[in-house]
């Protein structure tokens, strides 16, 4: 199995209140993603990095920002958590995936995150 | 943002039988991947197509790659209850490192 953790795994909090969830690889593969998983919506990419520092915005980005300090961490943060975002939350790591040899994306286990 | 349709979105079939997901899109992707999903668990890779009418074969899984490098299908042959889950298909943009998910099939083998 791929080297990669998130936690925590279950989060129940209040609507307004700032949550961040943390994802950590011990792979050493250069991009990071966040997506969320919603019944009849598959996985939609939240924000992703391509290096330390360097993070750009996925097609559900509203409301959320990331940070990615070390190639090792990348973190989602919820500024003002509101029940829609409810969801389940997987974070992935790959090393090149676009070309004639794409490589494979490895998932973390996910957080599940309540909204109240 | 390039969209990839997913269908059926649930299929629930007995077990010895076979069935097809289809995987559509508009937009020509560079490759695609398909993943399978458990209950509580993050999706893993069943297999990459690459080149236009490229076919794949995984034991009793058959993946397809269309021509035009639009859309994809997955065949299981003789279906077991160990290949229920969740299946998603998965289209890589030739710009940008990013995947482009499938909404998903959901499978059910019923013994």
């Known amino acids: 199995d791929a080297g990669i953790t998130q936690s925590p795994r279950h989060k129940v909090t209040e609507t307004g209140t700032p949550v961040t969830l943390r994802c950590h690889q011990t792979e050493n593969h250069r991009y990071m993603y966040w997506y969320r998983q919603d019944p009849g919506h598959g996985l939609r990419l939240i924000h992703y990095s391509y290096g330390v520092k360097d993070t750009d915005k996925g097609e559900v980005s509203d409301g959320y920002s990331v940070s990615r300090s070390k190639t090792e961490d990348f973190l989602l943060t919820l500024e003002s958590a509101t029940s829609s975002q409810t969801s389940v939350y997987f974070c992935?790591?790959?090393?090149?995936?676009?070309?004639?040899?794409?490589?494979?994306?490895?998932f973390g286990p996910g957080t599940r995150l309540t909204v109240l | 943002t390039q969209l990839l349709e997913q269908s059926p979105q649930f299929l629930s079939i007995q077990e010895g039988e076979n069935l097809t997901v289809y995987c559509n899109s508009s937009?020509?992707?560079?490759?695609l991947q398909w993943y399978r999903q458990e209950p509580g668990e993050g999706p893993v890779l069943l297999v990459t197509?690459?080149?236009?009418?490229e076919v794949k074969k995984l034991k009793r899984l058959t993946f397809q790659f269309g021509d035009a490098r639009k859309d994809s299908s997955l065949h299981i042959t003789a279906a077991q209850p160990g290949d229920t889950g969740l299946y998603l298909c998965?289209?890589?943009?030739?710009?940008?490192?990013?995947?482009?998910f499938g909404g998903g099939t959901r499978v059910l083998v019923k013994p």
């Open positions: 937009s020509v992707f560079s490759s």
């Open positions: 998965a289209g890589v943009e030739a710009a940008g490192n990013k995947l482009t």
């Open positions: 197509v690459v080149t236009g009418g």
């Open positions: 992935a790591i790959s090393d090149q995936l676009a070309g004639p040899t794409p490589n494979e994306q490895f």
